[in-house]
Structure formats: C-alpha cells, structure tokens
C-alpha cells in the first residue's frame, strides 16, 4: 500500500505528492511511480481541468526510459542543475486527438514532464546519455564516425514497421539528440557559448525480399572490412536478420563509391545490432530476452535494451548443401527456385544462420504456411499447418484421413577438427532411418510460447539437435504439445534425442513424390480460401526434401545433404570466420532494471 511522501514535485504542470511506490522491473506491470494531485488547481464544471494520467501512476510496463530536460526556454541547463525531466513511454493505444477511443492508431511516442521526482525513480530508470553504440561520444573519433543506420522491412509481419518508425523509433532517436540525415553525416551545432554535438542517422527501406542482404552486402559488409564502426537498428523479424548476416559473408555484387575497393588490411570491425521485433515468430528476440514473457509483443523491452543494453557476439553457424541445392524463391508468385551462392570448387553451397535448421515436419510446414492466405494468419497459422501436416484430410469423399509422411533420411553426427574451420569427413550416423522432426537450434524459443530447446541460453550458446525420429502423428503431437507447457518436459521424452553438437548431417533418400515411400503426405493443402488454405506452392518433386534456414527454404535434389556446424566465438567477435560476424545489443542484466549509463 502507498502512503505520502514529503516530496513533492509536478507531472506536466500539475502539482502532484510523490506516494511511496517503489520502482520495479517486473513483468506484471507494476507501479513503477505513483502520486496524488494537489487539490490547487481550480477546476468546475465550466472550467474542468483535464490531468495527465488521471489515475496517477506510471507502469513499469510502459517506460522506456527518463531522459533529463536541458533546455528552459533558450537555454541549455546543465544536468546537474536540472530538476527537470521527460519519462519516453511506449503506447500502442491510440492517442488522445484521435476520434475515437476505437479509431486504428499507430504505436506512438508518449512524453510525461515531470518536476523533481524521487530519487528512487531516476536511479532506476534515469538515461544520462545516449549510449555509445548509438553515439560517438564514447570511442569514435572525428575521421571514423559512427555510422547509424535505421533499416524498415516493410513487409515483415504485420508490415508494421513504417509506422512504428514514424511513431516510436523516430521521435525517440530525434528526443536523444539525433536527426535523420545522409549517409555518415556529423555536425556540430553551436549552442551559445558551447558546441554540443549531434549524430545523424541514415534510413533504409526495404523495397522488396532482398534488400535487406543486398544493404549487408554491398554497405555494412564492406565497411566493416575497412575497419568503421556501424550500428545497424533493424525493424524486422527473423527473415530480415538472417539476411543482414548473410549478407555480411557476401563479396559486393555492386560498388556504390569507389572507396568500397578499398583493400587495407583494417580490422575487420563486427557492426553491432539493435534489434526492434515486428515479424511473426520472432525467435531470436524472445531467445536473447528482448522480450517481456507475460507481454511478448510489447516494444517496450527492446526499446530499453537498445538505449542500456551491451552489445555481445551474436552466435551464428553455417549450413553447406550438396551441389544441386537451390533457394526457394516464392513458390506463391511462380517465382523459380534460385542455386544457392557456390563456396568451393566442388560446387556446394552455404549459408549463415542465426535461428535453426530443420528438415522434416518444421520444415515443411514453415514453406507451406508462408502463402499471403496464411500468413494473415500470424502465428497461429504454424499450429494450424502443423496439424495438417499431421492428420492429412483425404481428398475423396467419405474418406477418413491420410497418414503423416515419413520422411526418409539419415542424421549424423559431425566432430569438428582442431582448426574450427572443417567438419570432419567421417560422420556418425544414427540408427534411424525414419524422421519426423529435426531440428539444430542455436535459439531457446521458435515463438513466445514454444520453447522447443529449453537448455540454449544467449549467455552460452551451442549448437544442438533435437531429433524425433518418425513415429504416429498422434505421439508427435503428445509430444509437440508438452513444448508449449513451458517446462522442458518434451526433451525428457525417451522418443525425443536431445543433445550438444559439434555439427550435424542430414542425406536426404526421398525420391520424387509419387515415386514411392511415406504414406498419405502428398495431399495438397486444400484450396478453401476462407480457411486460410492454399495448395501447396511449388513442385511436388521437392516438397519432401526442402530445408529450412531461418526461414529461408533450401530444395535439395535426390541424394542431397546438408551440414551443420556452429561458428565459434572467438571469430564471431573478431570478424575471422569469413568476415561475417555481427555484435547484437542484449540486456546487460536479466534481473537488474536500472537504465543508468556511466559517464
């Protein structure tokens, strides 16, 4: 219970009395700051006078940070003088000019001013400066500036990310001090008798499905190389961040300016990335605790970690395939399959992922589930095709369902050699020859509420296979289901081989379908619109053998493979493997709450 306090202060001009509510960080949307106001306002029913926050509270929930006001009227106040400061709120509900209380609105920038708050209440959650990720205030001299870049994917999700720029990410940047300017612009803006420095940002807008790699590709990657500092803040989900770290492995496929040949021997400096969540399953976020657990799809949290968190190695691995593997482009469009980026002179291909790999049951259902029907869908759409997949309706009349496909392969085990670099040749296969569903998670959680692999921690990453070998739809489902209760119950299942790997193979034997093997999976999907079905997208010659990478489904022809194996640490922070690591801002503490940045 709250009681008064002696101190007193204002909230937007409005005398208040601070009550005794102690600031907390915990996910329940607690009383963060309360007060009573003063009864010195005048106010009648002629004259009603309108309080901010009437019920005269702020919740942790929504706080993204108190940033200390240093300006009166004309003048810039120093912060140890000022006793004035703005709380940055995160509000998704539409904004008091709007029309209606059920009018659609934005998610928007919500500013509190307040006037001698507790102590209490600034130690927790006072932002002195920017950080310096976001700045070059810290470690960046004037001749290698910081260079911020703000990347909208436009069609991630929802296809939120333009508004929540507009409303969010925008105004709170431009409160810390920042503008929106040219590529690598810095002023200095004379203030009186001081000069305060400003940093700009560069905004990029995806145009379509690969502007995101090619921005890494032909930009972030190749100034990395030369040795520049780069913060990337990235609106996306999944998808965009795989892209941005595949991209970074890439040669250049355009050259802007010719100081992209530029061939020094500089360090190669990881950018580091900020990570804003609006796609669909967003697992990497929920995996690394940007997230709240009891609200998982409020920005609030990864607005905070961007403005307090430490940038750290991001773990990555890289998956090869057989030389005929190819890129499902988007089997929804008719658009055709594209061969995978050759790394060898033996024709096999690779890829960096940051998520999982998978084949079989995930796989499949994560490429028929992305059609614009099911995406409408969110999440739900993932359950949804699973249970298809599972219990296939039979296309003839009175009939009774098919069987679930058995997907036929081979999973081996891989020990790495001493230099980090090569898999071993000599894998271990397992005994079974049957699958249902595997997966190589780096990942924790695939969605808020699916934590398929209980024991990864961003703390202490490691590559690992969840392997369920092919067994009746219905124990996979049993199983499945125990994913979703939250306790790891599913990784104890003696049908479940849950284990720590070096690296991982996959040799595919599924022919082309028709051909033979795995009972009732080659239905298609139904064609009811108003269910959210469509029929399955591309050939059905590949429809047992595709691969998934973060998203991104890889064909593999008959006889394919693919490997596994976990890039290590070491080179991740210092850019060796291939000149593709990455550095991405987590939480500096789980359990503190403070927001404070040292001098």
Known sequence: MTSPSPLAGTVSGHTVQW??????????SEVALSWRYVSQDASSEDHPVKLPRED????????????????????????????????????????????????????????????????????????????????????????QPTNLHVVLSTHSGSRRARSVYDGVVRPLLERLGFFEGEEGDESVKEEGEESQRTWTWTLHITQNESSVQELSQNIFGPRARRGIRQTILILSGDGGIHDLVEGLSRPPSSLSTPEETND????????????LPLGTANALAHSLRLTSRSHPHSLTPPLRTILTGIPEPLPTFTARFSPG???????????????????????????????????????????????????????????????????????????KGGEMHRWRATVSLLSSSSSSTTTSRNPSPLPEKGQSYILTPLVSHLESTFPISPASDPSNPSLRLLQIPSIPAAELAEIL????????????????????????????????????????????????????????????????????????????????WVEVRRDWKDSLSTGQEGEKGVRVVMSSSSSSSSLKVSD
Request: proline residues 9%.
């Open 481 to 560: 289901g125990k994913v979703y209760e939250g306790k790891g119950r599913h990784v104890d299942d003696r049908r479940v081989r849950y284990v720590e790997v070096e690296g991982v193979r996959v040799d595919v034997d599924e022919e082309k379908e028709g051909d033979g093997g795995g009972g009732g999976g080659g239905e298609d999907m139904g064609d009811d619109k108003e269910e959210g079905k469509e029929e399955d997208g591309d050939d059905g010659e590949w429809r047992w053998r595709r691969v998934c990478v973060d998203g991104v489904i890889v064909l593999l022809e008959q006889g394919g």
């Open 325 to 399: 593997a190819r890129i499902l482009s988007s089997p929804w469009t008719h658009t055709p399959s594209i061969p995978l980026p050759r790394r060898n002179n033996e024709g096999e291909g690779s890829m960096t992922g940051v998520v999982v790999m998978s084949y079989g049951l995930h796989a499949t259902l994560v490429a028929e589930s992305d059609s614009p029907a099911w995406r409408e869908r969110g999440s739900e759409r993932f359950g949804l095709v699973a249970k298809r997949l599972m219990f296939p309706p039979n296309n003839e009349e009175g009939g």
């Open 56 to 143: 005269g509270s702020l919740h942790t929930s929504e706080i993204i940070c108190v940033y200390p006001r240093r300006r009166e009227g004309d003048a810039v106040v120093e912060e140890t003088k000022t006793n004035n400061y703005e709380v940055l709120l995160y509000n998704d509900s539409p904004p008091p000019q709007a029309e209606s209380a059920s009018s659609p609105s934005p998610p928007h920038l919500q500013t509190l001013l307040l006037t001698s708050p507790p102590p209490s209440f600034l130690s927790a959650y006072l932002l002195s400066h920017p950080p310096s990720h976001l700045s070059d205030s810290a470690s960046s001299s004037p001749s």
């Open 264 to 275: 020094s021997k500089t360090p190669y400096i990881p950018p580091t990335l900020c990570i």
């Open 19 to 28: 009550l005794s509510s102690p600031p907390t960080d915990d996910e329940s």
